[in-house]
Nanobody
């Protein structure tokens, strides 16, 4: 079994910072892409940032220059450092990690439970 556990959400004033973490545990052979999504009330889920196995990153235009995604492969953990937060960043942030389990030839996509981020104006 594989589990993803998220932490770091909360309530912050506009202009503040938060750091989200998502740790994978269990039977893991390798990890490829690690992604953060968010879903605001009444809106569709959107990709926030992705970091690939080689370290390359991609950000949604709305968060470029303010958010930084990183990973610690030794800890099977992905982070999202969020600075200069705005009220429109409010939403549930969910991590998504592609994991290959021992003995399996393909990756499977696993999801975290989601963590609430609320930015007050």
């Amino acid at each position: 079994q594989v589990q993803l556990v998220e932490s770091g959400g909360g309530l912050v004033q506009a202009g503040g910072s938060l750091r989200l973490s998502c740790a994978a545990s269990g039977s893991i052979f390798s990890i490829s892409d690690m992604v953060w999504y968010r879903q605001a009330p009444g809106k569709q889920r959107e990709l926030v940032a992705i970091i690939r196995n080689g370290g390359s990153t991609h950000y949604a235009d709305a968060v470029k220059g303010r958010f930084t995604i990183s990973r610690d492969n030794a800890k099977n953990t992905v982070y999202l450092q969020m600075n200069s937060l705005k009220p429109e960043d409010t939403g549930v942030y969910v991590c998504n990690i592609d994991i290959r389990r021992p003995g399996n030839p393909v990756d499977y996509s696993y999801w975290g439970q989601g963590t609430q981020v609320t930015v007050s104006s």
